[in-house]
């Protein structure tokens, strides 16, 4: 959602005549798009903020704004401990945000791309996440925001609100221009998708995917994230029956203890949760279920982690994100007994291990298979291989089939040939304009590393 809402910043920026800066020191307009549902966010956020301050001693025409959901939470602290911020907007005001963009614009002037300004503070943040070639191929698409539910560990309903459900005319609009652009996949996107309800007719979100699968141009469809309770059988038998829909679903279980899901306010139990993934399941066999899952939670105890432990061991998860328990402000959670830290991080090793176990041999089983995967960009570990995300939502990793980006031809088959927790790795063998098109064939481009001459030197 974070990352949705980056996209539709840069847009409106580029509407009013900016670009995207390569590094903050070439920058009029410094935009930090902040979250808060960890406290790991939030501590790199304000870092970041003051890294900033740098740029703004060195030439005071620069613009320092901040957004996002710590902007919503933190607004009347963050100018006590920022002043030099010259714009907080929260998540509900990112329209007005533009609309400022747009004013400021003329203030500026216009250069030649080569402004750089010297400062000793070193400098934090690329643009990630809008400024790379293949992003445009993923589109995120906003359906919702904010969440009614109140979960006791959650701060999004105090930073996004209640339950707003988009139009579905103002979400299919959305979605013809970003396939006009080039999406490939749109990505629905809410806090809690699979409880969207259009304001006027009541369709629900199973209706919603099969209008927006049905526009022309749309080859992949996926979505992020969902509840268990607005699981229900027919949305399991509406994505089964949509070509177009990746099989993966996301599906925060957070605990397997009936104790801390009442304490959560989850309003689910564990036995519930299992039978609505199983019944998915009979609908959709072959898709990945993924999760989240927390540990430490207030008063959870060795018997009640241990039960998360178990569940984790089952395998039943293709890829889990796992946290030890971050308090925050404004929650109930936050004001709770708290678990000691060490035995926290602890259990998040030994669920870690077990879920990681689980992760690797669902990844093996792609070994000697030939699998389609939208490309993302040059991997970020190593600049002579491209990665690559299946439909399933695993990392692919290949060697480089190109000397310049080539978005036209986003589809690449990789011969998996290596599995590890975080993904596959393998030889790319064909490559396609569209995901239902054969692939032509392709073969590795081998990049010689750079040589320095030092006799010449």
């Not at 993923?138 to 309903?157: D, E």
């Not at 009541?202 to 996926?222: K, M, N, Q, Y």
């Not at 290596?418 to 995901?435: L, Y």
Request: hydrophobic share 40%.
């Amino acid at each position: 959602m974070n990352e949705a809402d980056s996209q539709y910043i840069a847009r409106r920026a580029a509407s009013a005549g900016y670009t995207l800066a390569a590094k903050p020191e070439d920058a009029s307009v410094l935009l930090l798009n902040t979250c808060t549902v960890r406290d790991n966010a939030e501590l790199r956020a304000y870092g970041r903020i003051g890294q900033w301050k740098a740029l703004k001693t060195v030439d005071p025409s620069v613009k320092v704004i901040v957004a996002g959901c710590l902007a919503e939470a933190d607004r009347d602290r963050m100018r006590k401990l920022a002043p030099h911020v010259d714009a907080i907007f929260g998540t509900r005001e990112l329209k007005r945000l533009g609309d400022l963009l747009a004013a400021w614009r003329d203030d500026f002037g216009d250069d030649d791309g080569t402004l750089t300004r010297e400062v000793q503070t070193p400098m934090g943040g690329a643009g990630e996440g809008i400024a790379g070639p293949y992003d445009f191929l993923r589109a995120f698409v906003n359906v919702q925001r904010g969440c009614s539910y109140f979960c006791t560990f959650c701060i999004v309903p105090q930073v996004r609100g209640r339950f707003d459900h988009r139009p579905l005319a103002e979400i299919l609009a959305e979605v013809r221009v970003k396939v006009a652009a080039g999406a490939r996949e749109i990505m629905l996107v809410g806090q809690t998708v699979n409880a969207y309800r259009e304001p006027a007719t009541g369709e629900d979100f199973a209706d919603l995917c099969v209008h927006v699968a049905a526009l022309p141009g749309v080859e992949r469809l996926s979505f992020v994230t969902s509840h268990p309770k607005d699981l229900n059988e027919k949305l399991a038998r509406t994505l089964a029956g949509i070509p177009q829909m990746n099989p993966r679903f996301h599906l925060a279980v957070q605990s397997a203890s009936n104790v801390m899901l009442r304490r959560m306010n989850r309003k689910y139990t564990i036995e519930e949760y299992l039978e609505r993934v199983g019944v998915f399941l009979q609908h959709n066999p072959s898709w990945a279920i993924t999760t989240d899952m927390i540990v430490g939670f207030p008063g959870e105890t060795e018997a009640d982690f241990e039960q998360t432990l178990a569940l984790a061991g089952r395998g039943l998860f293709a890829q889990a994100y796992m946290f030890v328990y971050s308090p925050r402000r404004g929650t109930p959670a936050a004001h709770w007994d708290q678990v000691d830290s060490a035995l926290a991080h602890e259990r998040l090793r030994r669920l870690a291990a077990a879920q990681d176990a689980a992760c690797r041999a669902y990844h093996d089983r792609k070994i000697g298979t030939t699998v389609r995967a939208l490309i993302t960009g040059t991997s970020r570990k190593d600049a002579t291989m491209l990665a690559a995300k299946t439909t399933d939502n695993v990392t692919v990793i290949f060697p480089t089939i190109e000397d310049t980006p080539t978005p036209a031809l986003p589809w690449v088959d990789v011969r998996v040939e290596r599995a590890f927790v975080w993904g596959v790795k393998g030889t790319p063998v064909g490559r396609a304009a569209r995901w239902e098109l054969p692939g032509q064939a392709v073969a590795a481009r081998r990049r010689e590393p750079d040589v320095i001459d030092l006799l010449a030197l």
